[in-house]
């Protein structure tokens, strides 16, 4: 019998689902829940021989920034000395591509769902400050339930490279050529945003025509129809369509509709059902989890480079594994912290239980309610609604060493700039007579960097 391939005790690794130039994708099994995953392998040096690392470190950036029921998850990443591991949600519906590939063409409500979704996503994006950059159909993917989710975020912008000039624009030409807007092909500055418009709009117009708007076997004549933005319309196009194409497929791109104005299109409009972020726990499943914690009390498990002890003690997080995510090479700090955002990670050398007592006193001065769902594990949600349903946070104490404790933030639900605002303005003043360092900020009165002390 064929002995299993296992990643860190956690992940079973199943068939080759695909491959490209730096990664191969695998299907995955996440042990303990049998949840179904796909797990992206890429080789360090090989991506560090072509300088790619760069673009590596800004995908897992920007998937851990967006989070969204019409964007693939990105759930976590780990990595050894000669691999980076993505795992990732699996969506096994497979590309739009191949989908409309085999319809030839859409009706025009399945391509007006596919687009909602779609624009629901960009707008998601747009509102963090990241440009998708590669928007194609090839870039779509739809799961089960035949709802679509944006994938390959490695071309996309963060807000920093917007700011590398003064004139706020972007510069990098990048994307497939047939669904690049005219002013990224002219090879000056262009808004990420209208960029990002355009491509949705040539998506768009293939999900209706079941071909591109700007076709020609020369390049350059192909290009000559993107920049005059010159394009035919089938017959079968509905005139409500058609408005909304050339409103989209506008070469100048201050004359190109905004998200905004997409939203208020009658077209748009017709059928269109809110997508629901990630649900937030309500309060009866906390209960739940609260009293499935209480029976496994006294048990043990392994998971992801911690080891769970009985609830009289917080969970042991190998030290090892800490200062390893912080050593050169690959830094995994953007696990923990987002360029410009708040670390959500801070080491302590109070007790456990002092820090989840001063963490609860805390949550109840701001009002949140506050779920104790193990002896050293919160669950705080806030009392009101933000722009993705109310904030949920989930805090965890583990032990680092006999005086050395890390506490662990983690978005469960709700808006990453509303967490990242709670982090910063809220968690930091309250607690700052208890934390002896943010993870990767350097602020405190340690530096969580100095090895000998966390090996002592």
């Not at 920007?62 to 969204?68: D, E, F, N, P, S």
């Not at 700011?163 to 497939?176: A, I, K, M, Y």
């Not at 194409?245 to 997409?262: E, F, H, N, W």
């Not at 410009?340 to 001065?365: H, L, N, P, Q, W």
Request: aromatic share 10%.
């Amino acid at each position: 019998m064929e002995e299993r391939q296992l990643l860190f005790e956690k992940y079973e690794i199943g068939t080759l689902l695909g491959k490209g130039t730096f990664a191969k994708v695998y299907y995955g099994k996440e042990l303990e829940t049998g949840e179904s995953v796909a797990i992206k392998v890429i080789k360090k040096d090989q991506v560090q021989k072509e300088g790619m690392m760069e673009q590596i470190t800004r995908e897992i950036s920007v998937m851990g920034l967006v989070r969204h029921p019409n964007i693939v998850e990105l759930k976590e990443v780990m990595a050894t000395k000669s691999k980076i591991f993505f795992i990732m949600e699996y969506v096994k519906g497979g590309e739009l591509f191949a989908k409309l590939v085999s319809k030839g063409k859409f009706k025009e409500d399945t391509a007006r769902k596919y687009f909602q979704q779609l624009i629901s996503a960009v707008d998601y994006c747009h509102s963090r400050g990241v440009y998708h950059r590669d928007l194609k159909p090839e870039n779509l993917l739809l799961d089960e339930n035949e709802d679509l989710k944006i994938s390959d975020f490695g071309l996309s912008a963060l807000p920093d490279e917007q700011l590398s000039r003064n004139d706020g624009l972007l510069h990098t030409q990048c994307g497939t050529p047939a669904y690049v807007a005219p002013e990224v092909l002219r090879r000056k500055g262009y808004d990420g945003a209208k960029a990002d418009i355009w491509s949705c709009g040539v998506i768009l117009y293939v999900l209706l025509a079941g071909y591109l708007p700007f076709q020609d076997e020369n390049v350059m004549n192909m290009y000559k129809k993107i920049f005059k933005a010159y394009f035919e319309f089938p017959p079968w196009f509905s005139m409500d369509s058609r408005r909304l194409i050339s409103k989209l497929l506008m070469a100048d791109p201050d004359r190109r509709i905004t998200i905004q104005g997409i939203m208020r299109v009658p077209w748009y409009r017709k059928d269109f059902a809110m997508p629901r972020a990630f649900s937030i726990q309500d309060f009866q499943k906390l209960e739940k989890e609260q009293e499935n914690d209480h029976v496994e009390e006294g048990m043990s498990s392994k998971q992801g480079g911690m080891i769970r002890k009985s609830p009289s003690s917080p969970a042991f997080f190998n030290a090892f594994e800490l200062i390893s995510s912080m050593s050169s090479g690959f830094d995994l700090s953007s696990l923990f912290e987002i360029k410009g955002k708040a670390s959500s990670m801070f080491t302590s050398r109070s007790t456990a239980r002092d820090v989840i007592r001063k963490m609860e006193k805390m949550a109840k001065v701001m009002r949140y309610k506050v779920y104790r769902v193990k002896p050293f594990k919160l669950k705080m949600q806030c009392p009101e609604e933000g722009r993705k349903g109310r904030l949920l946070v989930t805090a965890e104490v583990f032990k680092v060493a006999p005086e050395v404790t890390v506490v662990e933030l983690s978005k469960s639900s709700g808006d990453t700039l509303e967490y990242n605002k709670f982090c910063e303005e809220e968690v930091r003043p309250a607690l700052k007579d208890i934390v002896w360092t943010w993870q990767g900020t350097g602020t405190g009165n340690a530096d969580i960097d100095n090895k000998q002390d966390l090996e002592q």
